[in-house]
């Protein structure tokens, strides 16, 4: 190919994107758009390279088809940039569960005495050593994403996309190069970035977000999050773990969209544990001081009081917004909600142009979830491939928020169970238990909870299981297949638990809510 003699002939500019058509001497027309036969130059082409994108551009290739990746990553206000991969990757789930994993060993370490090991009172940890490993493991990642397309042999184009018509997508390199191709079905995948407030004087030029905090080289030290989301939450309980002074600001609820009742557990462990809370208040202004530090003035909106305090870093951690308005849907027709600017989609995930379609994050009501994303892209591509005619099932999608106690639940909330069955149809069992590796290091286990969520009318079909304690997102993950299954609570109730586990509590809840009867559990 290379060896061809080419041309570049410098077309007039179709909607917004100057058309660089390369024509190779050979007689073809390569790189841009239809030839004359109406010849699209990929089969598939998914815009955006993170998990959702690059699993259903892998499952597309493997199935036969010609697939192309365009994706470029724009550098966050801070200008922190990183590789192939997309959020969960490079700045979501994977950092944040290494550096929660790392918070975790700190509390280990001080367990380990009363277990018989000799640790000295002072073990100090190691921000920069920590940072520079799990970079280390998110750079390996990226290549191994690299690896896998080419052996795949899924084009990858490092530049940043947007739709000239419904069938072309013009790309520019970070040099300025621009390139056109096309496509017969074209995937939007390009996910969300972290929300700045824009009415904070000082919020963007001296706060960081999640884009941010897991490329930081140095230590954060004392540190405010603002937001009450499980980013905001993660972020504040794996710095305490860690040993910074941490505190989290919250306008309204904590963990909107959660079980309310385990949501305040997860936040009163945290409290208990060392991260402190700021309730009912929003940020109004940041200003730097001359000795670097970060002057943060704030509102108690129910006494209306100001007030201020100092830290050395701020994380915004407020919501995130759709990659969209980039993208000129407009020039597709793909249409988009006007308040979430999120893509519309059917249950096909397909766009309100037919051979478009948009997964994970940027789709509007589909949960913010990796696996979600990574599932409804592959079965998106054996569509398209003639494979299959299943269709993602976003119903009992199970999920964990990694706070110091972790929150894993599937299924509907209390609330939502109560709002659409009636109270009087639902019925809640539930238990205080203590993890027995508690007992002989003497942690605290007020707040390791778990509820079941069922209908009242026997056999009891589960709606919802929400666990509070060690490990649960593994916990929660094993029970998600009964309940996508239809399981009862009679059912699980013949299930023999595994002793000695937290996870076996679930199988030995009797005591319902309704009737008042206390729900610790005693002996072991």
């Known amino acids: 190919m290379a060896a061809m003699a080419v041309r570049a002939a410098a077309l007039p500019r179709p909607a917004g994107c100057l058309w660089w058509r390369t024509q190779v001497a050979a007689g073809g027309v390569r790189g841009a758009a239809r030839d ?8 598939l082409l998914v815009i955006g390279g993170g998990s959702g994108g690059l699993a259903c551009a892998k499952e597309a290739a493997q199935l036969g088809k010609k697939v192309a990746v365009v994706d470029y990553v724009e550098p966050s206000p801070r200008g922190t940039r990183w590789g192939l991969g997309g959020t969960c990757v490079n700045v979501g789930c994977i950092p944040k569960k290494l550096m929660h994993q790392a918070a975790l060993l700190g509390g280990m370490i001080q367990d380990a005495p009363h277990y018989g090991w000799k640790v000295p009172q002072q073990v100090p940890h190691d921000w920069r050593k920590m940072a520079e490993a799990v970079q280390n493991h998110v750079k390996s990642l990226n290549w191994g994403h690299r690896v896998q397309l080419q052996d795949r042999k899924v084009k990858y184009f490092n530049i940043k996309g947007s739709f000239v018509n419904e069938h072309m997508v013009c790309g520019v390199t970070k040099g300025g190069k621009e390139t056109l191709l096309s496509a017969e079905h074209i995937v939007i995948a390009t996910g969300g970035r972290p929300r700045y407030p824009t009415d904070i004087e000082g919020a963007l030029e001296h706060g960081i977000t999640s884009d941010d905090i897991f490329w930081l080289k140095e230590s954060p030290g004392k540190t405010l999050v603002v937001g009450a989301s499980y980013v905001a939450l993660e972020c504040a309980g794996f710095l305490t773990g860690l040993g910074l002074d941490t505190t989290v600001m919250i306008r309204s609820i904590p963990l909107r969209g959660f079980d309310q009742q385990m949501s305040s557990l997860v936040t009163e462990h945290m409290a208990s544990h060392g991260t402190q809370f700021l309730r009912g208040c929003t940020p109004s202004r940041v200003k730097k001081l001359p000795d670097g530090q970060l002057r943060v003035t704030w509102k108690d909106l129910a006494s209306g009081r100001e007030d201020m305090g100092t830290f050395n870093t701020i994380l915004w951690a407020i919501g995130r917004v759709p990659e969209t308005r980039s993208l000129n849907l407009e020039k597709a027709g793909v249409n988009t909600n006007p308040n979430s600017h999120k893509i519309l989609v059917d249950a096909r995930e397909a766009t309100s142009v037919p051979h478009i379609y948009a997964i994970g994050d940027v789709a509007e009501g589909r949960p913010e979830l990796t696996p979600t994303a990574i599932m409804a892209g592959r079965l998106l591509a054996k569509r398209l491939c003639g494979q299959s005619s299943d269709l993602m099932d976003y119903d009992n999608v199970p999920t964990t928020v990694f706070t110091p106690l972790e929150y894993g639940c ?24 203590k993890p027995l590796e508690f007992t002989v290091a003497e942690r605290d286990s007020s707040q390791c909870y778990l509820k079941m969520v069922c209908l009242r009318e026997p056999p009891q079909l589960v709606l919802g299981l929400h666990f509070l304690g060690p490990n ?34 679930v199988c030995k809840l009797r005591i319902s809510k309704r009737s008042g009867l206390d729900p610790t559990v005693t002996g072991c």
């Open 472 to 505: 649960a997102g593994e916990v929660t993950q094993g029970f998600a297949l009964g309940i996508k299954c239809g399981a009862s609570y009679a059912q699980v109730m013949q299930t023999v638990g595994i002793h000695p586990t937290c996870a076996e509590e």
């Open 36 to 43: 004359a036969a109406g010849q699209q130059d990929y089969d």
């Open 410 to 433: 599937v299924g509907l909330s209390e609330e939502e169970a109560v709002t659409r069955h009636g109270e009087e149809h639902v019925e809640v069992y539930h238990a205080y238990y």
